[in-house]
């Protein structure tokens, strides 16, 4: 598709953007536009493969010193946040895309069904090249799966 990926530390970004140093980035529609990015950057392709990051982080010696219910209930609460920072999420993306329209000019784009399928194939060579690196296990981890790509692409219902 005639680009080239390459890593930047996010605060270099938007003047590579300015400058034409790079010509495109990977991010979601709300981060592009609330970040900026959309006074340069003119076109989005959809691609819909992922949501803005949201990652909760706990001490897991803390953790550990709750009783076992309190345990419980404190990971279900952090399920139905998260299941509700997903349904949030979908509308402030539809704000954002609707702001960048009006306001930045941006024009929005889908792929159709078959490029849809040309990325996907090419993804799946990368899933190839990269399953060895992926499914490495290392002697401290605790969780030792057969295929961790496998256990995710099925978690994620992905069909090669």
Same mark, same amino acid.
């Given at each position: 598709?005639?680009?080239?990926?390459?890593?930047?530390?996010?605060? =270099?970004?938007?003047?590579?953007? +300015?400058?034409?140093?790079?010509?495109?980035?990977?991010?979601?529609?709300?981060?592009?536009?609330?970040?900026?990015?959309?006074?340069?950057?003119?076109?989005?392709?959809?691609?819909?493969?992922?949501?803005?990051?949201?990652?909760?982080?706990?001490?897991?010696?803390?953790?550990?010193?709750?009783?076992?219910?309190?345990?419980?209930?404190?990971?279900?609460?952090?399920?139905?946040?998260?299941?509700n920072i997903r349904?949030?999420?979908?509308?402030?993306?539809?704000?954002?895309?609707?702001?960048?329209?009006? +306001?930045?000019?941006?024009?929005?784009?889908?792929?159709?069904?078959?490029?849809?399928?040309?990325?996907?194939?090419?993804?799946?060579?990368?899933?190839?090249?990269?399953?060895?690196?992926?499914?490495?296990?290392?002697?401290? =981890?605790?969780?030792?799966?057969?295929?961790?790509?496998?256990?995710?692409q099925d978690y994620?219902?992905?069909?090669?």
């Amino acid at each position: 598709w005639g680009f080239n990926p390459v890593v930047m530390p996010w605060p =270099d970004v938007p003047i590579a953007l +300015k400058q034409g140093v790079i010509t495109g980035l990977d991010h979601t529609p709300m981060v592009c536009y609330i970040t900026k990015k959309f006074e340069v950057a003119k076109y989005f392709t959809r691609i819909n493969y992922a949501q803005g990051l949201f990652i909760w982080i706990f001490n897991k010696a803390w953790f550990n010193t709750l009783p076992t219910t309190l345990q419980k209930i404190f990971v279900d609460v952090v399920h139905d946040v998260c299941a509700n920072i997903r349904k949030e999420t979908v509308v402030q993306e539809a704000w954002a895309i609707d702001e960048a329209k009006a +306001k930045a000019g941006v024009t929005f784009f889908d792929l159709s069904e078959e490029e849809h399928n040309i990325l996907k194939k090419e993804g799946n060579s990368v899933y190839k090249d990269f399953a060895a690196d992926i499914n490495k296990l290392y002697p401290t =981890d605790t969780y030792k799966p057969k295929d961790f790509l496998k256990e995710v692409q099925d978690y994620l219902g992905y069909k090669p």
